[in-house]
């Protein structure tokens, strides 16, 4: 069974950090980008980052540089998102999207991350 599967979110204070994992059953992600995108409570779904299956190049939003970095593991299947100094505004359901762009496109269902003191 093709899945993406979020894992990592929870009940963090600001400034604390989280680590979110992106597992892949069923494919390989070595010729997937894998993008983390977000959605807050009665706002869009928006890119948060994003990494390159050719290079490993990254990429990130304004509002998250510097203090988020994505990684990959293809020996694990594995995509990261280490979040550091976490901010109210942070909060929301984080997804994690796979496109090798041949067509292929998944979508994990998402981990809700909460910083609140």
């Known amino acids: 069974q093709v899945q993406l599967v979020e894992s990592g979110g929870g009940l963090v204070q600001p400034g604390g950090s989280l680590r979110l994992s992106c597992a892949a059953s069923g494919f390989t992600l070595d010729y997937y980008a894998i993008g983390w995108f977000r959605q807050a409570p009665g706002k869009e779904r928006e890119g948060v980052s994003c990494?390159?299956?050719?290079?490993?190049?990254?990429d990130y939003a304004d509002s998250v540089q510097g203090r988020f970095t994505i990684s990959r593991d293809n020996a694990k299947n594995t995509v990261y998102l280490q979040m550091n100094n976490l901010k109210p505004e942070d909060t929301a359901v984080y997804y994690c999207?796979?496109?090798?762009?041949?067509?292929?496109?998944?979508w994990g269902k998402g981990t809700l991350v909460t910083v609140s003191s």
């Open positions: 999207n796979a496109d090798n762009n041949y067509g292929m496109n998944y």
């Open positions: 990494i390159s299956s050719y290079d490993g190049s990254t």
